[in-house]
Structures are given as structure tokens and as C-alpha cells.
């Protein structure tokens, strides 16, 4: 009889990839969501049983496993009874942790560029015939549009996203790990950048002893920590690789890969040093790269609108992510308008970040700004909202084409005004991590 797994949270972005091992491995998968999503729905499709609504009744004594998401508070109903019932009950991070000590586990971490280079590290094993399991945060075209790559298990590698957010990748004990760049985020987690950076070094020392630790010299952040990591090194026997844009790696790696901006090239440049200590030749990490066809939500060429207009969806929440976001289309696109829809996500990180969101859509010719999207469960009422970014930027930038648009539905209306004042060819990117995706369809839409 097989044994089940219930995921409470299923639909998320790593619990879904999870969900998916462990059908891979033959289990019964069930699980919660609060709404039906594509996510969900894809998931019944390849055999789990979802139901919408998490309540006690949903949970019986035949569960072997209960696994949880970390936005999963401690009064939820299923995580209660599940307990009650003395199931084991285990956090995302922690059955993750389990895995990284089953495979030859390759950690990618960061602030930013996690999921692109977990997805160009992925493929380029792959093309070294290295055939990983691989976990990721966004879908990939590259493994039929999901975000879980079961390998044939002769390797024994997992490509792994690990996010720092909740100080989950401190579970994981990696062999390979890449930091891509260490920035002031997730802040409501975090005590300070120190309290940040102190987490990265931890996550170099659970590196096995003799492992290889590669990391972006380009960012100030992680560069501030090279006597640390050394010492570390030393300790612990790591071999350690620093990666930078001015490396001549850097000029192959451009002229190759399809998608723009320097961002995309450093995430590129680190997989291709992990690529060289694999054994991957050159050829077939150039080749990978080159043939990558980017994952869902980061720059995501969506369709275009019926009066010409093309529309793409992208992740970006922070304004580092925004600015390399915008800097991309813009040398991508020279001669065309940018066009910004932006709905700001977590009222902590917007408070926080106030003045570095005003600088960063420099890059954006005309800019809107939907209402703050607030996450249930991690936000507080907060001085500050979409308002007052939009007025800020325009005391800095009084010529700036930014404006607040309080209703979401009102985009495709404002959007069809805008562009009869427009005269070249434009492009609109929806841009955000809350639930600014679900209005993109209705622009695609007559």
C-alpha cells in the first residue's frame, strides 16, 4: 500500500515542486489550498487530490505525513488536528533538509536571480548528461511548463532553489552552493543586513567539508564578507569561487544567452563555474545556456493586447529586481515605450525600502502603480501605500509619468487611453509578487 503525504499550502511555488517529488516517488499526494489556482489544478491532473479550504475534517489517521508551508501559522486547522492525531508533521524547509542530505545536493541562494539560475544550473547538468532532480520556484518550458525535474537517480543530484525567507536554506546541508548576491530583503524576518549576512555565512558553513561555495564578487554584500568566508574555507576545506562580469567567461556567456540584461549574465557566469567543477565542458554549458528559454513570471512574454500593445509578466518586488527588470527592457527594447504596471507587495518591505523603491523605475517611461498588495498573515498596517510612493516620486521627478490607479480592473481602460497618446511601438510589463498576474489574462482578452 502506498504511503501518503498531505500538503498543507500545496498550491505554492516550492510546495507544488515538493508535492510533485513526491509522486515521483510513488506516494499518495493529497493537500489544501485556500482557492483553486493553474497550480492546483495541474496537480490533480498528474494525481493529487486537492481540496479547497483547510479545515480539521480533512485530516484522518491514515496520513503517514503532514507537510506544511511556512506561511502555514500555528492555529491552522489541519496543522492542529494533524497533531492531535500525532502524525508526523514536518515544515517545508525541514523535509527539504531531509533531501539535501540524500542527494549530492547544489543550493542556489541569493536575494535575487534564484529561480533563473536554479533553471540555467538545471539544464546545463543536464546537457552534461549529469540528469539531476531538480526543485525550483517557477515553471520551466524546458520540463513541460512545472517546476520539478525528477532525474534518474544514477547521479544522485538535486538542483535546489534555496530561499533564505524564514531562514529556510539554514536546514539545508549542500555540497555545491551558489550565492548569486545578498541584498536588504525580507525585512520582516531579518533584524538588520548584519542579521542577513550572518545567515549567508551559515549557510556556507553547513557546505559539506570539501565542498565548493561559488559567489558573486560584484556584490558589495558578499564581497564585504571575503576574510569570513576564507577563514570558513580554511576551516572546513571549501574550495571557494568568485565570479564577476569583468571575468572573460562573462563576454562568452553574453554573446550566447537569449535573455537581456547584465543581471542575467552574472546568474549565468556563476552556473558556468559550477559547470567547469562538475567536469561539464564548456561546449555543452554555452550550449545550455544559449538554448534557455527563460521561466514564467520573469520577463514572460504573455501575448499582445488587440491594439498592439505587447504585455509580459514579471516577479519583480524589490526595487534591486525592479531596476535590472527595467534596465533589461530597455536595452532589449531601445526604441520602444516601456509602460509599468507595478503593485507593490508587503507593507514592511515597501516602509522599509521607501526611498530605494522611489529610484527604482527610472527606467520605466510611463509608470502605474496599483494599491499595496498586503499578505495575510505577515503584514501590519504600514504608514506608507502606493499613495504616497506615487506623490514621493513625483516631488524627485515632477516630468515623470507615474500615477496611482486604485482599482486593478480600470488597467486595460487606462492602459487603451495611454496609448492613444503614444506613437512607437510599446511594451507592458505587469509587474509584482502578489496577485497581479490574475489580471493580465483580462488584458490579453477583447
Known amino acids: 500500500m502506498k504511503k501518503s503525504v498531505y500538503f498543507i499550502g500545496i498550491g ?68 492542529q488536528e494533524a497533531r492531535r492525531l500525532n502524525i508526523n508533521t514536518l515544515s517545508y524547509p525541514k523535509v527539504i533538509g531531509e533531501l539535501t542530505r540524500k542527494y549530492k545536493t547544489i543550493a542556489i541562494a541569493g536575494a535575487h536571480g534564484k529561480s533563473t539560475t536554479t533553471a540555467l544550473a538545471a539544464l546545463v547538468l543536464q546537457k552534461g548528461g549529469l540528469d539531476p532532480t531538480v526543485i525550483v520556484g517557477a515553471n520551466l518550458k524546458e520540463f513541460g511548463g512545472k517546476n520539478f525535474r525528477a532525474g534518474d537517480g544514477k547521479n544522485n543530484y538535486l538542483v535546489l532553489e534555496a530561499d533564505e525567507f524564514g531562514r529556510a536554506f539554514l536546514h539545508y546541508s549542500p555540497t555545491y552552493t551558489i550565492i548569486t548576491n545578498i541584498d536588504r530583503e525580507h525585512l520582516d524576518i531579518y533584524k538588520n543586513l548584519i542579521d542577513i549576512k550572518k545567515t ?33 574555507a580554511r576551516n572546513k576545506k571549501l574550495k571557494i569561487i568568485w565570479y564577476s ?47 534557455y528559454q527563460g521561466i514564467s513570471r520573469r520577463m514572460e512574454y504573455r501575448g499582445e493586447m488587440k491594439t498592439g500593445i505587447s504585455v509580459y509578466d514579471d516577479y519583480a518586488h524589490h526595487p534591486t529586481e525592479i531596476k535590472a527588470t527595467l534596465q533589461a527592457f530597455r536595452e532589449k527594447f531601445p526604441k520602444s515605450t516601456t509602460i509599468c504596471v507595478f503593485q507593490p507587495h508587503q507593507a514592511k518591505r515597501l516602509t522599509v525600502l521607501f526611498k530605494e523603491f522611489q529610484k527604482a523605475f527610472d527606467d520605466a517611461d510611463i509608470t502605474i502603480v496599483l494599491p499595496l498588495y498586503k499578505v495575510p498573515g505577515r ?68
Open 12 to 79: 505554492g511555488a516550492g510546495m507544488s515542486a515538493l508535492a510533485r517529488y513526491f509522486l515521483s516517488q510513488n506516494w499518495a499526494v493529497l493537500g489544501s489550498d485556500l482557492a483553486e489556482s493553474g497550480i492546483v489544478a495541474q496537480l490533480r491532473k498528474e494525481g493529487a487530490k486537492v481540496k479547497i479550504g483547510q479545515k480539521n475534517g480533512n485530516i484522518t489517521a491514515k496520513i503517514d505525513l503532514i507537510i506544511y508551508s511556512q506561511a502555514i501559522r500555528p492555529e491552522n486547522p489541519e496543522l
Open 200 to 232: 549567508f555565512l551559515q549557510l556556507i558553513v553547513n557546505t559539506h567539508d570539501g565542498g565548493t561555495v561559488v559567489i558573486n564578487r560584484d556584490n558589495k554584500y558578499c564581497y564585504s564578507l571575503k576574510e569570513k568566508i576564507t577563514a570558513i
Open 245 to 291: 562580469l569583468y571575468d572573460s567567461a562573462a563576454k562568452k556567456i553574453q554573446k550566447k544567452i537569449p535573455i537581456p540584461g547584465k543581471h542575467n549574465i552574472s546568474n549565468a557566469l556563476a552556473v558556468y563555474y559550477l559547470g567547469k567543477v562538475l567536469g561539464v565542458s564548456e561546449k555543452n554549458i554555452l550550449a545550455a545556456t544559449g538554448a
Open 379 to 446: 503584514d501590519e498596517a504600514s504608514p506608507l501605500d502606493s499613495e504616497k510612493l506615487v506623490s514621493e516620486i513625483k516631488k524627485r521627478q515632477p516630468k515623470k509619468s507615474i500615477f496611482y490607479l486604485d482599482d486593478p480592473m480600470k488597467i486595460k481602460t487606462t492602459i487603451a487611453a495611454i496609448q492613444l497618446l503614444l506613437k512607437q511601438k510599446s511594451n507592458l510589463i505587469m509587474m509584482g509578487a502578489g496577485n497581479i498576474v490574475q489580471y493580465t489574462d483580462n488584458l490579453l482578452t477583447s
